[in-house]
């Protein structure tokens, strides 16, 4: 951002922005807000063990290219099964 093209940045206190009392809607609006970005995070945070049988050969393929990459073949499996996913979800949905 160039600074001579900066023009006015107004400032706020902080006895402004504590002095504010959000309106009994806007509270249930925050509410809301918050119980839905817990539940979520606990969506999120579930998981499920997923077993499927793959040639030495894919596993060893795999694992070459999760050493380049630096990280686990399994996190390098997943990761690549993810991305798979979310272009095919946006091709078909």
């Not at 249930?28 to 995070?41: P, T, V, W």
Request: glycine share 2%; proline share 4%.
């Amino acid at each position: 951002m160039d600074k001579n093209r900066i023009e006015h940045i107004p400032t706020v206190g902080m006895a402004e922005v504590c002095d504010y009392t959000p309106s009994p809607a806007e509270e249930q609006l925050i509410q809301d807000f918050e119980a839905q970005a817990d539940s979520d995070i606990a969506e999120m945070k579930q998981t499920a063990n997923v077993n499927f049988r793959w040639s030495e050969f894919e596993i060893k393929r795999a694992k070459k290219i999760a050493q380049k990459l630096g990280m686990p073949y399994q996190t390098y499996i997943k990761s690549t099964l993810k991305q798979a996913m979310d272009r095919d979800e946006k091709k078909f949905m």
